[in-house]
């Protein structure tokens, strides 16, 4: 696969903002680990990255709930009978990866990691 600046620093910005919306409380913490997840081959960060593996485990222990647009496709009675079970699981997403986000949004603020296009 190719891969090109462009979506390298899209796919960057995609983990910072969903770090910050977050720690603003305006993204769930399930949601914005899927959403770290979903950006994290395309930028081209370590895959090992101490501050990226642990949305990896948050996605893998929560991909069975609905969150988000997915909600859409269940029936009210069955979100219901969830919903216990994923306030749970949201609360362990927020004391999991609240130090993460932090770390990121440093890491991406302090230019550790990089967001504008190089050499330019």
């Not at 960057?12 to 950006?39: C, H, N, P, W």
């Not at 893998?60 to 647009?69: I, Q, R, V, W």
Request: with cysteine; glycine share 6%; net charge negative.
């Amino acid at each position: 696969m190719s891969w090109n600046e462009s979506d390298i620093l899209a796919a960057r910005r995609a983990i910072f903002e969903a770090a910050q919306d977050m720690l603003a409380g305006t993204l769930s913490y399930v949601e914005g680990a899927r959403k770290i997840f979903a950006a994290m081959e395309a930028s081209r960060l370590d895959q090992w990255d101490a501050d990226l593996l642990p949305f990896v485990g948050i996605v893998s222990e929560t991909d069975a709930l609905p969150f988000g647009e997915m909600r859409t496709h269940w029936q009210a009675a069955a979100l219901d009978a969830l919903q216990p079970k994923i306030a749970e699981m949201e609360a362990w997403a927020r004391r999991v990866g609240e130090p993460y986000c932090i770390n990121l949004v440093d890491r991406f603020s302090s230019g550790k990691i990089e967001l504008r296009p190089w050499g330019g």
